[in-house]
Each structure stands twice: as structure tokens, then as C-alpha cells.
């Protein structure tokens, strides 16, 4: 990512600009692998049912969010070049795997909370009304 780029706009004219347009594109660059890998360790923690701090995963990508944000800034939209945006699409492909990941997990639990719940309901009942409902059921 860190190759020369001619994609320099036609307003950027001395040598100080560009060379501040290539230290925000290796910034930006930089950036964009960090988060994916950081992106990257959270899906494969929770892939391979590993104990993970979600608090601390999301603190993180909030963070990585707003840096990402700080550096594309920095840099006008008809000046990101082919290795930048390659990497943004890559960022983006890791993005939904997490999402995915993440809405799988949520989703089991979700599940066994829902389990948890109607056994601490079945613990708790006098079973005045279940009692009846479970006999019903059965054949005499």
C-alpha cells in the first residue's frame, strides 16, 4: 500500500502539498490495515468460540471508526488511489463477515436466554395453571 501514486488532483500543484497528500495516504493506509486486523481478530475469537471482551472489541471499533474517519478526511475523494480503495473493499468484506459472526451469536443468545427464562418461569410456579395444562395432555 505504501507504493508512489500519480493520482494527484490537478488543484494539489507544489511539492509540499504533494508530499502531505502522500503522508495522509500512508496515514490512511496504515489505518485501514489496523482496523481490519483488529476487525479480523474479533470474528475469529468469536468464530472459534473463544471468550472475548464484546465491551472492549466495541469501545475499539468505535475508536478505529473515528480515526478512519479523521484520515479519509484528510485526503479529497479524486485522490484515493487503487491500493487505498482495494483496501477500503477489503475493510468492507471483513466488516459483514463480523457482522454476520456477530449476528449469529446474538441470535444464540437470544436463544438461551429465552431457555433460561421459561425454566426460572417453570421453577417459580406454584403450578397452579401448568399442572393442569401438563395433564391434559397425557393420556389417563
Same mark, same amino acid.
Given at each position: 500500500?505504501?507504493?508512489?501514486?500519480?493520482?494527484?488532483?490537478?488543484?494539489?500543484?507544489?511539492?509540499?502539498?504533494?508530499?502531505?497528500?502522500?503522508?495522509s @495516504?500512508?496515514?490512511?493506509?496504515?489505518?485501514?490495515?489496523?482496523?481490519?486486523?483488529?476487525?479480523?481478530?474479533?470474528?475469529?475469537?468469536?468464530?472459534? +468460540?473463544?471468550?472475548i471482551?464484546?465491551?472492549g472489541?466495541?469501545?475499539?471499533?468505535?475508536?478505529?471508526?473515528?480515526?478512519?474517519? @479523521?484520515?479519509?478526511?484528510?485526503?479529497p475523494?479524486?485522490?484515493?488511489?487503487?491500493?487505498?480503495?482495494?483496501?477500503?473493499?477489503?475493510?468492507?468484506?471483513?466488516?459483514?463477515?463480523?457482522?454476520?459472526?456477530?449476528?449469529?451469536?446474538?441470535?444464540?443468545?437470544?436463544?438461551?436466554?429465552?431457555?433460561?427464562?421459561?425454566?426460572?418461569?417453570?421453577?417459580?410456579?406454584?403450578?397452579? +395453571?401448568?399442572?393442569?395444562?401438563? @395433564?391434559?395432555?397425557?393420556?389417563?
Open positions: 500500500m505504501n507504493a508512489p501514486s500519480n493520482n494527484v488532483p490537478s488543484r494539489i500543484r507544489n511539492e509540499a502539498d504533494i508530499a502531505r497528500l502522500a503522508i @495516504r500512508d496515514a490512511l493506509a496504515k489505518t485501514i490495515e489496523r482496523v481490519t486486523n483488529m476487525i479480523d481478530l474479533e470474528t475469529q475469537s468469536l468464530k472459534n +468460540y473463544r471468550s471482551d464484546l465491551v472489541f466495541n469501545h475499539q471499533k468505535s475508536h478505529a471508526l473515528l480515526e478512519l474517519t @479523521r484520515a479519509m478526511r484528510a485526503i475523494d479524486d485522490a484515493l488511489d487503487a491500493d487505498i480503495l482495494n483496501g477500503l473493499g477489503t475493510l468492507r468484506e471483513r466488516l459483514q463477515n463480523n457482522l454476520d459472526t456477530l449476528t449469529i451469536h446474538l441470535k444464540a443468545v437470544k436463544q438461551l436466554s429465552a431457555l433460561i427464562a421459561r425454566a426460572i418461569e417453570d421453577d417459580n410456579s406454584d403450578g397452579t +395453571y401448568s399442572a393442569s395444562i401438563h @395433564r391434559a395432555g397425557r393420556a389417563p
